[in-house]
């Protein structure tokens, strides 16, 4: 069969997960499940695993290639604690609320190729949980060679913005259907936003926020009060169903 990534005739393996493997570890609860919460309503349910799907890609491709990005990017995002060559800035507003976080040092090639390939392989699933991640042929042809040939491209090239709901109690435990908004798509797995943006000219926050090629990024913080509505509407919905 053909690997989607390679594009040769390789054995395929059963299990290529989606959206990285690592990024549910924060997210599972006491019982090892998290919450999966679908677009109609909010309504949500308990699952065990993430989405994965079979016969995409070969093994050289799934751990060689795009499990290089991932075994980077899971440092940063999973880390406890800072990452060697990567500092932090915390910006406030003037009554002292933080506002966002600016990493510099980040490998550009790396993380960048790591976000690129969580779209591409929502893009090519034929699973319904991905059914608003959607690019067009081209794109997507345009996003397996840069992934492929380790070129990440411009930062212009599908920006990036991530968000971070710091004081929450529920979206920790979270995974969101990805949705479409604004051009663009957004995923939320574990109270972290990750909005990719499809179409030019791109609004000012994405083009200061996201990943720079001299491996600066800015992490925007929700507001309290957005996170609290948020999670409020989950409960009342559950309550609803209950």
Not at 28 to 55: A, C, H, P, W
Not at 80 to 89: L, P
Not at 134 to 142: C, G, M, S, Y
Not at 187 to 202: A, D, L, V
Request: net charge positive; aromatic share 12%; charged share 25%.
């Amino acid at each position: 069969m053909i690997c989607r990534l390679c594009l040769q005739n390789k054995q395929l393996i059963k299990k290529s997960h989606i959206i990285s493997n690592f990024l549910y570890s924060t997210i599972k609860d006491y019982d090892n499940s998290m919450l999966y919460v679908e677009k109609k309503n909010n309504k949500e349910k308990r699952i065990q695993t993430g989405e994965f799907e079979g016969n995409i890609l070969c093994a050289k491709c799934d751990n060689e290639i795009i499990g290089l990005y991932e075994l980077y990017a899971s440092q940063i995002i999973n880390s406890k604690s800072r990452v060697s060559g990567i500092n932090v800035n915390i910006y406030k507003n003037k009554y002292g609320v933080e506002q966002y976080a600016k990493l510099i040092g980040v490998d550009y090639t790396k993380f960048k190729l790591f976000l690129l390939s969580i779209l591409w392989r929502a893009s090519i699933s034929k699973r319904d949980f991905f059914k608003e991640t959607k690019l067009n042929l081209e794109d997507e042809e345009r996003l397996r060679e840069m992934i492929f040939n380790k070129n990440p491209g411009n930062p212009d090239d599908f920006p990036c913005t991530i968000s971070i709901a710091k004081n929450q109690r529920l979206l920790r435990y979270m995974i969101r259907q990805p949705l479409a908004v604004n051009n663009g798509c957004q995923f939320m797995i574990g109270g972290t936003f990750y909005f990719f943006q499809f179409k030019r000219p791109f609004p000012n926050f994405v083009t200061k926020s996201t990943l720079q090629k001299n491996g600066e990024m800015i992490i925007l913080f929700m507001s309290d009060d957005w996170v609290r509505k948020f999670e409020q509407q989950i409960v009342d919905n559950f309550s609803r169903d209950s």
